[in-house]
Structure formats: structure tokens, C-alpha cells
């Protein structure tokens, strides 16, 4: 067995007080994202992502955020993946942030619909062209294939496809989800494991702001 209970960090770094915390939640994430980025934390824009298929059968993987504001959290993806798959039956979908050096984390809730296709089409041409192609070639993303050679095969093949600078179009099967956040919650870490912990629920057009036990 591994043995892991004698690893533990103490945190002291910051806290968080009711006092200090912005009304609107989203500002509160675009701050602590903000501070993250600031610090040249690697990829503070890197999330968990939970859904769960029609059965509840829950799964997760890590996404970039490519935006955060009053429309939503949006990350890219394959509708045609696992994530994409679960999210056309279940279109709901918790999303975690962990910025371990800042000892935060971050959850926020919500329902899942998809990026406009004129968004989704900017965003994809605006990736370097090489990530275009896979974006073709990883399809349908979470399918098993036979070898990397197949992969690499095929990402040969659409480079012939579209020489030079021919444009790539976006493939229907690959595009954004954003989820229309309900519940955030922020956490930060304290001495003692007495962390701060306040949720965010809308009531009605207004933010609740509860603390909850760590
Ligand atoms: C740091 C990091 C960033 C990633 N970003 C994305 C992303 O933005 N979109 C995506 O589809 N997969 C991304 N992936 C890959 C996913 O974690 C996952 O392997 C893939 O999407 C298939 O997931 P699924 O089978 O659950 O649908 C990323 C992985 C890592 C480790």
C-alpha cells in the first residue's frame, strides 16, 4: 500500500471574510482567476469537469476555460466525446478549479447549452491551424483506436486535405459548452482545516451569500 497519512500541509496563506467578498459572484472568480494568472500559476484556467449520464453515472476530466462572464463558463470540446455525450443526455455540469499554490478552490454549478455556432466557429479559427486538424482527426474523440500510427495517419491525411492555407472548416461535431452558473463556491484553505467556505445561490436575481463548515 501507498501510504500517504503522514503527508499534510498546513494553510496559512490567505482568508477569506464575508466583508471582503464581491456581491456577484462571477466578479469574485474573474479576481481569484485574475491573481492566479498574475502569480504565473501554470494554466489556472485548467478545470475539472463533472457530468453524469442519464443513468448518474458521473465522470471527469479536465477542460480549458477559453471565457468567464455574465453568459456563462465556456470551454471546446467533441460533442461526440464521453463529456459530450453525457451533457446531450444530462445537460448539467459542475465545474472545479484548484489553485493549489493560492491553496483555493473553486466549484460552480449550473446548466450546459451550447455555444452559438458563430462563437464557436471564431474561436475555433482563431487555434493554430495544427490544432484545427486535430480537432478532425481526434473524431469521434473518446472511440477506441488502434494505434498511435492510425492517429498520426490520419492527421497526415487532413494536412493533404487542406494544404497550405486552405481553410478548415469547423467540424459539426466539435464546439463550446457553457454553463450558465447557479452555485459557485469558494474555499479557501486555513490553519487547522478550519478553512473558509462561502456559497453562492441566486434567489431571485440577487446572489445569497452563506458560509458553510469546512
Ligand atoms: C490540461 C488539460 C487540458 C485539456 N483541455 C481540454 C479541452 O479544452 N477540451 C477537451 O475536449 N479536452 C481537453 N483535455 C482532454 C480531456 O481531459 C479528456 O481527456 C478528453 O476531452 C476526453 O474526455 P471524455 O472522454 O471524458 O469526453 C484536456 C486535458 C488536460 C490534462
Known amino acids: 500500500m501507498t501510504d500517504l497519512t503522514g503527508l499534510r ?7 477569506l471574510r464575508r466583508a471582503a467578498l464581491h456581491a456577484n459572484p462571477l466578479h469574485q472568480f474573474q479576481a481569484w482567476l485574475q491573481e492566479a494568472l498574475e502569480a504565473g500559476l501554470r494554466e489556472p484556467y485548467a478545470l475539472s469537469l463533472a457530468t453524469a449520464d442519464a443513468s448518474g453515472r458521473p465522470s471527469v476530466r479536465t477542460v480549458l476555460l477559453r471565457g468567464a462572464g455574465e453568459e456563462g463558463l465556456t ?15 444530462n445537460p448539467q455540469a459542475e465545474l472545479l478549479f484548484h489553485w493549489a499554490e493560492h491553496e483555493r478552490q473553486v466549484r460552480a454549478f449550473g446548466p450546459v447549452t451550447r455555444v452559438p455556432d458563430d462563437e464557436a466557429d471564431a474561436y475555433f479559427h482563431a487555434r493554430p491551424r495544427e490544432s484545427q486538424l486535430a480537432a478532425h482527426a481526434s473524431a469521434p474523440q473518446s472511440a477506441p483506436i488502434a494505434s498511435r500510427e492510425a492517429l498520426e495517419a490520419t492527421f497526415a491525411d487532413l494536412h493533404a486535405r487542406y494544404p497550405g492555407k486552405t481553410p478548415v472548416p469547423r467540424p459539426a461535431f466539435w464546439g463550446g459548452f457553457r454553463v450558465q452558473v447557479q452555485e459557485w463556491e469558494f474555499w479557501q484553505g486555513r490553519a487547522n482545516r478550519l ?16 458560509r458553510l463548515m469546512p
Open 195 to 210: 478553512h473558509d467556505r462561502f456559497r453562492y445561490i441566486r434567489a431571485g436575481g440577487e446572489w445569497q451569500i452563506t
Open 75 to 89: 470551454f471546446y470540446t467533441n460533442f461526440e466525446s464521453h463529456k459530450g455525450r453525457d451533457l446531450g443526455a
Open 9 to 15: 500541509l498546513s494553510y496559512t496563506r490567505a482568508e
